[in-house]
Nanobody
Framework: QVQLVESGGGLVQPGGSLRLSCAASGGTLDLYAVAWFRQAPGKRGEGVSC????????YYAESVKGRFTISRDNATDTVYLQMNSLKPEDTAVYYC?????????????????WGQGTQVTVSS
């Protein structure tokens, strides 16, 4: 059973940066596709970014392209989401997620393992 834990959220001014971390226990995260989703109050959940477990390909939502970067650190078994040029509309709870099977490609759904979420608030 893989357990995911996010960290790194907080309050930041527009234009600022944050780096979110997703760490795992009970499994080796570098074997899995890892995706970041976000959920804002009153809005539909959104897939933000993903790194493939099969070939390392990365994907980004149009709303964050050019501003967010997903990466892996296999030495620490952590996946990061570097968020730059943050906007108020980026305010949400951010979750990392992984599918049940290792070596999976990124997908829009079908994630079995989820973290508890970390709040990101972009406000002046």
């Amino acid at each position: 059973q893989v357990q995911l834990v996010e960290s790194g959220g907080g309050l930041v001014q527009p234009g600022g940066s944050l780096r979110l971390s997703c760490a795992a226990s009970g499994g080796t995260l570098d074997l899995y596709a890892v995706a970041w989703f976000r959920q804002a109050p009153g809005k539909r959940g959104e897939g933000v970014s993903c790194v493939s477990g099969s070939d390392g390909s990365t994907y980004y939502a149009e709303s964050v392209k050019g501003r967010f970067t997903i990466s892996r650190d296999n030495a620490t078994d952590t996946v990061y989401l570097q968020m730059n040029s943050l906007k108020p509309e980026d305010t949400a709870v951010y979750y990392c997620a992984a599918p049940r099977l290792v070596y999976s490609a990124c997908a829009a759904q079908g994630y079995e393992y989820w973290g508890q979420g970390t709040q990101v608030t972009v406000s002046s």
